[in-house]
């Protein structure tokens, strides 16, 4: 059933692949739970408020629930001169479905290398019904933001479809914003 399930989720990202990835983490994870999403995003780049057009962004995501509503994240993405990594922690302090989260960015656009930058943030999903759930997330830091908007469906319980919105920038200026779709696996 499992190799069933993966089968599907490849499928979906080939015909989705178009479109983007935008793979969200549950923020309920419990002590051991291993989260890993691979995600792609179909961005335009604007800069000084000219479009420059779109890229395609490769994401990873990985976590690792430490116990006590708390958990550990790296979160890498890239396409070719921009790119980001995120590390840090997050936590779900009262709601199941809210996580908190503090970590450090460290940025890299057009090939030059930005301070690290310390950030904040929260995300939130919650289940509909039939499998189907929304999501939210916001980061700020000094320098930069990055949000997300969109839908998840459950394949299975341990396999999670997206679909989705983001905008985020960079310090120099620079802004991505754009649709996608994606995947994640819980463990």
């Known amino acids: 059933m499992k190799k069933k399930s993966i089968f599907l989720a490849v499928i979906f990202l080939v015909l989705m692949s178009s479109g983007g990835i935008c793979a969200v983490p549950d923020p309920?994870?419990?002590?051991?739970?291993?989260?890993?999403?691979?995600?792609y995003y179909d961005l335009s780049k604007t800069t000084g408020g000219a479009e420059q057009g779109n890229k395609g962004f490769n994401e990873l995501f990985g976590s690792f629930g430490i116990g006590f509503g708390y958990g550990v994240f790296i979160n890498q993405i890239q396409a070719g001169g921009e790119s980001y990594t995120d590390v840090g922690l997050k936590t779900?302090?009262?709601?199941?479905?809210?996580s908190l989260m503090l970590g450090q960015r460290r940025l890299h656009s057009d090939n030059a290398?930005?301070?690290?930058?310390?950030?904040?943030?929260?995300?939130v999903k919650q289940d509909l019904a039939a499998g189907v759930g929304i999501y939210a997330s916001y980061q700020k830091g000094t320098h930069f933001y990055d949000k997300a908007l969109g839908l998840t469906y459950d394949l299975e319980n341990n396999v999670n479809v997206n679909l989705g919105w983001r905008k985020f920038?960079?310090?120099n200026g620079t802004i991505f914003e754009g649709f996608g779709s994606g995947v994640y696996f819980k463990f």
Request: charged fraction near 10%; proline fraction near 9%.
């Open 28 to 39: 309920s994870a419990g002590i051991g739970d291993i989260q890993f999403g691979y995600n």
């Open 92 to 98: 779900v302090p009262l709601l199941p479905n809210i």
């Open 113 to 123: 290398d930005s301070d690290s930058n310390f950030f904040g943030g929260v995300s």
């Open 169 to 171: 920038n960079d310090p």
